[in-house]
């Protein structure tokens, strides 16, 4: 398939560089993501990733390169700490549910699975799930044993990272005490070196646990993105994608594993993306605070998702993005503003029926691939219009520039191009940036907080109070409704045909 536009360019996390993409199969682009351990409620800093990704896939679309993308499920094997140290986390949480780990694993996956539908993420083509994969784990690590990576202890199977070559370089340095910082066990030949297969100790009573030649366990957390790539994507495939806390140990085992299976130095991916952090330095996310660590959270103080998005879009994925409660009710403002701004061109190109109708033909086309609902949007526009079409799509080729993309969606916007040429723009641009933009409306973007006192109805009923002691100079019960309006958090509207909306409680 043809890339159309300026050539793409991504940050390779392995080499520290730009580089062109170019991908190894010209018919379809192969992507890996690492997934959620199922644990509990995703943080909003984990989302990111998953907004970072699905603007990675969209765009990739959206420039004429299917793909097909994995994400993977952690049901199993991972402890509480990164560094191969530390309870599992699946057990914990479901000691603490009263319930079992499957049980938990099935509440947070689903959960999980809506806050990105929320946040208008794409589904991959296949969601590979860990525990559907334990045989094809149990002989992968019997593969790095036959090849000599890998050592017995008392604990498990350890991979001896001194058997692969560059052991670390995706962290930035090479082999040693430091790399990996993985705990402490005695007779590990490296400190670096990993578990690849745990043994259930004597005497515990593990809700997962598989038999393997190594005796009853479960796998080793970095085993497990190995199995599943390389099972769905083949030995070396596109583009591995993860957050920046990834990069330091869980990807470094992971290429590890990926070069002894396959006797090879291929890294198992040929470009490896990273998103940076979500920074609080307001302490408003704390969970234990109250705060609003999750995207539930955020929708329970009157929050529509996709400003969360939005707010994501604003940074570039590789920079920290600062969290506040301020940052979030200013991108619910823009993206009430570009709603508007949409639904105004809504109405004044319903009068052209024919030069709104490839906006029609492309929403038909939903589910369709991205490139062709483009270039069904795109096809006739003038010249003025493609000016903008180039410089969107230079932002987006440039390591998905989003901050610099949104702008030229506001100049777009506020220019004087026909609002039907207006709207295709917008319908184009949004296929990568995923915002809903031709969907969302007013109204949908008011939404109750949870602890509102009233219901919607009962917001109508006292306007209409409001609006007939107004009409009959009662100004004292119309300042009583208007005041039990604004403590019960509604905005009230007066001359506005949407009447009022609920405020966002997001006052520190």
């Not at 007013?442 to 009233?454: E, G, K, M, W, Y």
């Amino acid at each position: 398939m043809t890339q159309t536009g300026a050539p793409l360019t991504l940050f390779n996390s392995l080499t520290r560089s730009i580089e062109a993409f170019q991908p190894i199969d010209p018919k379809m682009v192969r992507l890996y993501s690492c997934g959620p351990t199922v644990y509990s409620t995703a943080h909003l800093g984990n989302l990111r990733a998953y907004v970072f990704t699905d603007t990675l896939r969209r765009v990739l679309n959206w420039k004429g390169h299917a793909t097909t993308h994995v994400i993977n499920i952690t049901d199993v094997g991972h402890l509480t700490s990164d560094a191969d140290a530390g309870d599992d986390k699946m057990e914990i949480a479901a000691q603490k549910a009263g319930t079992t780990i499957w049980d938990v694993a099935a509440r947070y996956t689903q959960l999980f699975k809506g806050d990105l539908k929320a946040l208008g993420i794409l589904d991959p083509a296949i969601w590979s799930v860990a525990t559907d994969h334990i045989q094809d784990m149990i002989a992968f690590a019997q593969s790095l044993e036959d090849r000599g990576a890998t050592y017995e202890l008392d604990g498990g199977l350890y991979f001896d990272v001194t058997k692969v070559p560059d052991y670390g370089r995706l962290a930035g340095q090479q082999a040693g005490p430091e790399v990996g910082r993985i705990e402490v066990v005695e007779g590990k030949r490296h400190p670096a070196d990993f578990a690849i297969w745990r043994k259930s100790a004597s005497g515990e009573n593990r809700q997962m646990e598989w038999l393997s030649p190594w005796g009853p366990g479960a796998p080793g957390w970095h085993l497990e993105c190995s199995v599943m790539s390389l099972k769905y994507l083949g030995e070396q495939f596109d583009i591995h994608t993860g957050g920046i806390d990834h990069r330091e140990i869980h990807h470094c085992n992971e290429i590890a594993q990926n070069q002894a299976y396959n006797d090879t130095a291929k890294t198992g991916a040929n470009i490896w993306m990273h998103n940076n952090f979500l920074v609080d330095r307001t302490g408003k996310m704390s969970k234990s605070k109250g705060g609003v660590a999750t995207l539930g959270a955020l929708v329970a103080r009157g929050v529509h998702p996709l400003a969360y998005r939005l707010l994501c879009l604003g940074a570039h994925y590789r920079s920290e993005l600062e969290f506040s409660l301020d940052a979030v009710a200013a991108a619910l403002t823009r993206l009430k503003r570009l709603v508007m701004a949409v639904g105004a061109l809504k109405l004044e190109a319903a009068l052209d029926e024919a030069a709104w109708r490839p906006v029609h033909e492309a929403s038909f086309g939903k589910g369709a691939p991205l490139d062709w609902q483009r270039r069904s949007l795109e096809e006739g526009l003038s010249s003025d219009a493609l000016t903008f079409v180039a410089r969107f799509d230079e932002a987006l080729a440039g390591d998905l520039m989003t901050p610099q993309a949104l702008p030229v969606l506001d100049a777009v916007l506020t220019s004087s191009l026909a609002a039907s040429e207006k709207l295709r723009l917008v319908a184009t641009f949004d296929l990568a940036l995923g915002l809903g933009l031709l969907d969302l409306d007013r109204r949908s973007l008011s939404v109750r907080p949870h602890d509102a006192a009233v219901t919607d109805v009962e917001v109508e009923a006292l306007l209409d109070q409001r609006q007939q002691a107004r009409a009959a100079k009662d100004f004292g019960s119309a300042d009583a409704a208007r005041d039990a309006l604004k403590q019960a958090g509604v905005e009230i509207m007066d001359g506005d045909p949407l009447r009022w909306e609920w405020r966002a409680l997001l006052a520190d």
